[in-house]
């Protein structure tokens, strides 16, 4: 029996289908996962989806943490050509820098990152990414509700944009202070929505690709007592609803994993078994880049056949 998602994906390219011109009922999203330095797989796919030009296929992109700037670079067809900023020495480490936390600041620069790697030294399509026809769905987690958060509506020009991609990718602590959109502060995605199923369902997708960091053999982890201690205090004067589904992180991810085996129509991407696993503050370019191949290797193999016409 045809896989239902790939079966999609060939009618839609044999009919040269594209967002606002459909003619089947479907609403085919992609879901891209983050996990901080694990985000090289995710990504690494992200580049498969635009060298077989699948993109305008899609809906919508959702994203969640270093997966809603992944999704950026697809969105605005530069994710190829800017795929060495994963394992640039530079760029990596000074975006992630442990030796910072001894002055108190940021391990993880989103700020460089964003308003210095993305605008000035690697600069990333924002008009593209507003002018997409693919809708832009970058999640971050509301502080006060501990909530999952859909940021599309709140994205207007290139500062809403940028305040997005900073607000899914606010780690708690490593990241800094919860970046505050409309007068809301949030954190990062992965608090409460480490794949962005749960939202992407909401809103009536009817067929998902998942594109994971994570191998099948991987599991999360609860909090330690020593990260509950260290970040108690922070999560209470910062992001005091967000702390609740932190600690239920275990729980959240499961629920995540319960849904995407369950649904019908989900095509789900994940590093091979025997691939590296990778820590969130990952810096080493080897690693990284290996990571990047691996991711874009495994999605090319899963989707070239999705480029087939029937």
């Known amino acids: 029996m045809a896989d239902?998602?790939?079966?999609?994906l060939r009618e839609r390219r044999k009919k040269g289908s594209?967002?606002?011109?459909?003619?089947d009922d479907a609403r085919l999203v992609l879901l891209v996962e983050g996990g901080s330095s694990r985000g090289a797989y995710s990504y690494g796919m992200t580049i498969a989806i635009e060298q077989l030009g699948l993109l305008p296929l899609f809906d919508?992109?959702?994203?969640?943490?270093?997966?809603?700037?992944?999704?950026?670079?697809?969105?605005?067809g530069r994710a190829e050509s800017s795929m060495h900023a994963w394992w640039d020495p530079i760029i990596m480490r000074t975006t992630i820098d442990p030796r910072r936390a001894l002055?108190?600041?940021?391990?993880?620069?989103?700020?460089?990152?964003v308003h210095t790697v993305y605008t000035e030294i690697m600069p990333m399509g924002f008009q593209e990414i507003l002018d997409s026809t693919v809708a832009f769905h970058p999640i971050a987690t509301d502080a006060l509700t501990g909530q999952a958060t859909d940021l599309h509506e709140q994205i207007r020009d290139q500062s809403s944009l940028q305040a997005a991609l900073r607000a899914s990718a606010a780690i708690p602590l490593l990241a800094g202070e919860p970046i505050v959109i409309d007068g809301r502060p949030f954190v990062d995605a992965g608090v409460s929505e480490a794949v962005p199923v749960r939202t992407a369902l909401a809103?009536?997708?009817t067929h998902i690709v998942a594109l994971r960091t994570r191998r099948l053999d991987e599991t999360t982890s609860a909090p330690s007592l020593a990260e509950r201690l260290v970040l108690s205090r922070w999560f209470a004067q910062r992001a005091p609803g967000a702390f609740e589904p932190w600690l239920r992180r275990q729980a959240v991810r499961a629920e995540e994993e319960q849904l995407l085996a369950s649904h019908p129509a989900t095509l789900q991407i994940r590093p091979p078994i025997g691939s590296a696993p990778i820590g969130r503050s990952e810096r080493r370019a080897r690693v990284l880049r290996s990571a990047v191949d691996t991711g874009r290797q495994t999605a090319l193999n899963e989707l070239a056949a999705s480029a087939v016409p029937l």
Do not use: E, I
Request: aromatic letters at 8%; glycine letters at 8%; a positive charge.
């Open 103 to 113: 002055r108190r600041l940021p391990v993880v620069d989103t700020q460089f990152l």
């Open 60 to 76: 919508a992109v959702y994203g969640s943490s270093a997966g809603a700037l992944n999704a950026a670079w697809l969105l605005c």
């Open 4 to 8: 239902p998602v790939l079966q999609l």
């Open 18 to 23: 594209t967002p606002g011109r459909r003619s």
């Open 203 to 205: 809103q009536k997708a």
